[in-house]
């Protein structure tokens, strides 16, 4: 299989269901002609042309919601936030509009529509630049949320999102843009809403998504050497709806459990998973769930706090150690 | 296709004789009825047992802006988006006064289900896509629709309406920039009634004019009297024949005055009788009421029929939404996400 | 003590600290010559005048960032929002205006500034109008946040939030202006930070704040009269900084717990009490924490089905009476 | 107090001998020293081992705008508000260039101790507010700025900038609609150098003339050549009596450009080398230099010292930078909040 990156992965998506749709099309700030901010939707305006590779100008309440209403006239928008962390001026459009419209209306409209960019912290950018929007809109029913976690997840997850009837909160990550993995070149789908265990183990479940999947494997592998300790890494893929049945299963085999969360831990999804999921597994932890998250405070511009905040393959291997008491 | 539409009756209301003046007569007709259903609804609402609740809007007074947009609205083709104060243009529009009034009581049989209330009217199957409660969020939406039909190539347009006080939302001059930008085929039009809740215009815009919000973006702007039928057809007609040429979009001021208080909660301490006693001699329904006399197409005996016909609608939607059903507690869980998950396709 | 409501309560808190101190000053929408959307503000231009009671337009994002700019400058601003569901539409303004530019100043800035309005469901105001928004700002460090409870608890921490230094989040709640409570006529303020319990109880710990704090005290008159159990109610008053201590007391003392919570409960704060707290309580508990929250889907307009999304007291007896296997 | 102000050099820097012109040498070697301050962090960003991180936004051939806004701001009194493209104006008001610097290289020493990085830079106490990344964001804090100063009437204005894409952020119209409804004395300014990242003006604005994206608010808007400093000086001083006296906001388009790209990652693809060269034409600093020679205000032997005066200060300033300490972990948890919690006051 070939290896590409996290951004082709992202660019094949958005290319094959826009050459299988004459209704799906691209929407957003330097999309078309400058290729991309982050050169994911490089070449789509040559091939597709400026209807259906648009620049916007710098107005995301404006452009997303444009797109929700093109999906309720039957379109079926992808709209760029060149970050997530601008979709905060937009976030009536989304938490209103997307959420509630198909709910007000007694179910009169579809809402087709995936809203997509970088989440989280990448390099340097500070507290404005580097916000984690995944629990924001993983708390809102109406709402759809999707975090993979390599190239070839990302391919049929957002395939799988551009077919969806439904608003879909589709979160990058800037800094993963450049991973490499295999994608097969026959065309496939992934579905939507269910968890996948990225490495069997026996000793302690690591729950995580997006860019800490690759923290929690590197984690695994060094418990193993280091500690004799067999982690399962759990990849949730899906944040809404959340896919309680694998995890619960996990935690049952495993008894123990870690939540790796780049978010603050206060009302986080690490958070909304301990809700969701703690009763049910209650009698079979055989220590509390054990939690790594960033710190509770905005994010440093300096390269070295901003490290030391967010969670680390050390905080990980200490949070496991714990729950293992050893 | 008529260059203004025809307004459709609900079955069973008999036609008025006389065929000339027909069109004038059923517009005036639709007036009536509009007026009579918010009057209605404002007695329903302030009734003890109160039967209908939350936010209720009431467009008694503006009603020559919706009617007159429906004249010129192309079903199956055009869009409509409107703030939360959404009954007139609803019924305007086609929507049956019994599922309007059943939405208002909250019943399966409302225009959603009882799950939106009375900011939230949609009727998908006409282009009526709402009834939205939040100042200003749906002006994008607007040029979406608006995206859509020039995406489409259908030849439609997007009425895209708001009240003054929405001016004064970002979301306004976001969507304004994007319409023109991307020459997309919406009319803006402000519903200038005066007043954003307690606030008269002068105090909330520091721009006077309603139709000069709209400068800035290489767009036509106009001002218009809101409350003449027959300008409000006129312009909106030669507006949507600028959008579907491909011009891009339009700013229109339809300048107008509510009877009512802002919602039902609103004293209306702000207002003088002066004022309000004034602003009864503009009503349109009798200013087209009015024209039609002089012109010789109505007389008493047809005016009192059109009274019975709206009276006998509204009370047959009181009494159809009274007997509807509530919803069932399984229907929290409905029209919530159109797919079941875990999904692939 | 004279028995007042909790509106005049919040009117009593403004005009004594406007009093007390020249820049302060009230904007917002209707609070000036409409004395208020619901009557908070009533009389407060008759007597500050127009400079300092202002009424804006319907501009929340630019108003309240306004009263950022105007707080860098050493005013103390009160922002009243009509709901705070509308602060959706200016989210960018207090999620990184008001938390970060302190941090991102290296300290350079105070913000003393306080947002307030009515937070959650009231009666039959559809999904747009029926926001909690609770979890969303308590998320987020550089923000504090504030739910009182009762007339007594709004005045004494409305006036502690006025004079506090920190951008603060005071969430009221449309449905409580009306309740009335004793207020004492001498002055007073209450701490931001510090729990309150409400009731005395041995069995299990009720942990409830704003709306749900009454009925969480008439369940637990019901759990005492017809089944027996003393319950403790522990009002939390401050979301952030959360008063853990009290918490973990409680839960201590009575082995069980039940948080409720009007909210969605993944990634609400009744997640977030979860996540900071079960840790520490793990070995104390007799029973795995019980839940009370709102249903998970949007707010309808039906009074019958917004009812039955919302908590209530049969819930709460209900899920009390689960963790105590009753 | 004098018209315009002095540029204040920092010690040690010898003032050029003639006394004629000397304002005017002290603001072009103002000019010089931001300029030499922005390629040498381009060259630091963008050398091995690179020191600087983040977004990063240079300044370079915009220096005329900030250095005339210095020129009229009355620090103690007036206030300033910019977006992310801050460094210009930051020197222009007296930041000294190794804090500068130093915050560049996310130092403890940095004007916002290495927390806030380039798009941050902040001095409280010449009124200095920032450095705002979000993209309009900042603009209704100017108007609170100017709130401010009506409020407690110490008869400031707070001067605020952006860009030209910022135009398109709904802030920007509830910003200015306040802003003249309460009179405020704000400038609003944008510093329109033709690009939005890589969008074209005429793709990001429906209206081209960008100085009418300010009607419809009724204030006074106007577009100036940003890249004539005595233009800038001139207009701002103007605008600044105008908002000072009480009459409320004034909008005026700054028309600039940048010599280099959006950000460090900006291949410049967009961008003819034909265009570049024309505006090297235009350079701010060239302007000025040559008004200067012509008045006889400025020979070789002068400018050499200038040169090599902003070159030694920029040295000092990386090595100051480059010696000073990251900050230690303990503060990451300062500076969030101002207050100990739980608090009683
Ligand atoms: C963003 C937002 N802010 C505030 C409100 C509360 N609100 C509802 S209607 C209204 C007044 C709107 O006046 P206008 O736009 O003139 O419309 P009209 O009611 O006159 O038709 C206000 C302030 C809201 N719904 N949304
Ligand atoms: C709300 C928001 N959207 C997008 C961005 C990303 N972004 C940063 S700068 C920029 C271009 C701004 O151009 P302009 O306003 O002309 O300022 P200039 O860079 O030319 O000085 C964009 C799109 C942002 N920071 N904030
Ligand atoms: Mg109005
Ligand atoms: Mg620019």
Request: net charge negative; proline share 5%; hydrophobic share 40%.
């Amino acid at each position: 299989m070939p290896e590409i990156q996290l951004r082709e992965a992202l660019r094949q998506a958005m290319t094959e269901e826009m050459d299988r749709d004459p209704n799906v099309f691209l929407l957003g700030e330097e999309v078309a002609e400058y290729n991309g901010a982050y050169k994911v939707s490089e070449g789509m305006l040559a091939r597709f042309g400026p209807e259906r590779v648009i620049d916007t100008p710098i107005s995301e309440a404006g452009f997303s919601g444009l797109g929700l209403g093109a999906a309720m006239c039957g379109l079926r928008p992808i709209v760029e936030f060149m970050s997530w962390s601008f979709s905060l001026v937009c976030m009536d459009q989304l938490m209103n509009n997307a959420a509630n419209i198909r709910y007000m209306s007694g179910g009169q409209f579809k809402l087709p529509i995936v809203f997509r960019g970088g989440n989280g912290i990448a390099h340097q950018l500070a507290a404005t630049h580097s916000h984690r929007v995944d629990a924001i809109f993983a708390r809102v029913p109406g709402l759809v949320v999707i975090a993979p976690s390599n190239p070839y997840d990302a391919k049929g997850l957002l395939k799988s999102a551009i077919r969806c009837d439904d608003p879909v909160i589709f979160l990058e990550s800037e800094i993963m843009l450049a991973d490499k993995g295999e994608v097969p070149q026959e065309e496939y789908t992934l579905p939507i809403g269910v968890a996948d265990i990225k490495r069997q183990g026996t000793d302690v479940t690591l729950i995580c998504w997006s860019k800490m999947v690759k923290l929690c494997m590197n984690a695994a592998q060094e418990l193993e050497q280091q500690h004799g300790i067999d982690a399962e890494v759990l990849d949730l893929r899906t944040l809404r709806p959340l896919d309680e049945q694998t995890v619960i299963q996990s935690i049952r085999k495993t008894h123990r459990c870690v939540i790796v969360d780049e978010d603050w831990s206060y009302c986080g999804i690490g958070a909304g998973i301990m809700e969701r999921i703690y009763k049910k597994v209650f009698d079979d932890l055989d220590a509390p769930i054990g939690r790594v998250s960033s710190e509770d405070v905005p994010v440093p511009y300096n390269h070295y706090l901003e490290l030391a905040m967010q969670p680390s393959v050390e905080k990980v291997i200490a949070a496991v150690r714990e729950v293992c008491y050893v | 296709m008529a260059v203004v539409n025809e307004v459709e009756k609900p079955p069973g209301v008999k036609v008025t004789p006389s065929v000339a003046g027909q069109e004038e007569r059923k517009r005036l007709w639709m007036m009536m009825l509009i007026r009579r259903f918010e009057e209605r609804t404002y007695q329903e609402y302030t009734k003890p047992g109160q039967r209908i609740g939350g936010f209720c809007h009431l467009y008694s007074g503006q009603e020559a802006v919706a009617v007159g947009i429906a004249a010129v609205f192309q079903k199956g083709k055009d869009y409509l988006f409107n703030g939360y104060r959404d009954h007139g243009h609803s019924l305007a529009l086609g929507m049956d006064a019994k599922p309007a009034m059943a939405e208002l009581f909250g019943r399966t049989t409302g225009c959603s289900k009882g799950k939106g209330g009375s900011m939230h009217f949609f009727q998908a199957e006409v282009g009526n896509l709402g009834g939205h409660g939040i100042v200003g969020a749906h002006i994008p939406l607007g040029t979406g629709a608006a995206f859509a039909c020039k995406y489409k190539k259908t030849g439609g347009v997007c009425f895209t309406l708001f009240g003054d006080g929405a001016v004064n939302q970002g979301t306004h001059n976001e969507a304004l920039n994007l319409a023109s930008l991307l020459k997309l085929p919406v009319i803006f039009i402000i519903e200038n009634n005066g007043l954003a809740m307690g606030t008269q215009v002068a105090r909330h815009s520091a721009e006077k004019d309603l139709s000069k919000r709209g400068l800035g973006y290489a767009m036509p702007t106009k001002s218009i009297d809101g409350n003449d039928l027959d300008i409000v057809i006129s312009e909106m007609k030669s507006a949507a024949d600028y959008c579907r040429a491909g011009n891009g979009p339009m700013y229109i001021c339809a300048n107008t005055y509510r009877f009512r208080g802002h919602s039902m909660s609103d004293p209306l301490k702000y207002r003088t009788k002066e004022e309000a006693e004034k602003a009864r001699l503009r009503d349109p329904i009798v200013i087209y009421e009015n024209r039609l006399r002089e012109k010789r197409l109505l007389d008493d005996a047809t005016l009192e029929d059109m009274e019975g016909e709206v009276a006998a609608i509204v009370n047959e939607a009181v009494q159809f939404a009274d007997q509807s059903p509530h919803p069932e507690l399984a229907d929290l869980y409905k029209d919530i996400l159109a797919e079941q998950y875990p999904l692939q396709k």
